[in-house]
């Protein structure tokens, strides 16, 4: 079953960067669409940097735009998103900054229309708090980190009596 919405984003170049393509899908099935960088810089090892992508958005009421890191970047060279995914709020109107970091021993240029990052759309669901006095009972519990058999705290199996 094929189900892809198309949701139109208007989308402003910005200091006439004409040359440069706008975010779009590698492929057909790809959900990220990939951003290229609108300056030239040298990240060196632990270095992070908000890099330009040379162009603003209005995301429609109700979406978000989540930036993700680029796998073959992440595996190759140690570059990625230290937030991710981080999130353009529908709200925003500034320049899309791409925020790197780092993590290779290597220092890695950036150049002009580099691929640097991905940008998927997604709808935003809003909380709305009730606050009680009591929550539910799960098996679970209060296990935190680790609890679930991937660390040093263990939970008890469930009896099946």
Do not use: C
């Not at 240029?109 to 708090?129: C, E, F």
């Amino acid at each position: 079953m094929k189900s892809h919405e198309r949701v139109p984003v208007p989308v402003k170049r910005l200091d006439g960067n004409d040359d440069l393509p706008l975010p779009s899908y590698a492929t057909e099935g790809a959900a990220g669409m990939d951003v290229v960088s609108n300056e030239e810089r040298i990240l060196n090892p632990g270095d992070r940097a908000a890099v330009a992508t040379g162009l603003a958005v209005a995301i429609p009421e109700g979406y978000e735009i989540q930036i993700r890191p680029r796998s073959g970047l992440a595996l190759k060279h140690g570059i990625t998103v230290p937030n991710t995914p981080g999130t353009i709020d529908s709200d925003y109107r500034g320049e899309l900054k791409v925020i790197l970091i780092n993590h290779g021993l290597e220092p890695y240029k950036i150049r002009r229309g580099d691929r640097i990052a991905q940008a998927v759309l997604s709808p935003v669901v809003m909380a709305s708090w009730l606050e009680v006095h009591e929550l539910d009972k799960t098996v679970r519990g209060e296990g935190g980190f680790g609890s679930t058999g991937f660390g040093e705290a263990e939970v008890e199996p469930i009896r099946k009596d």
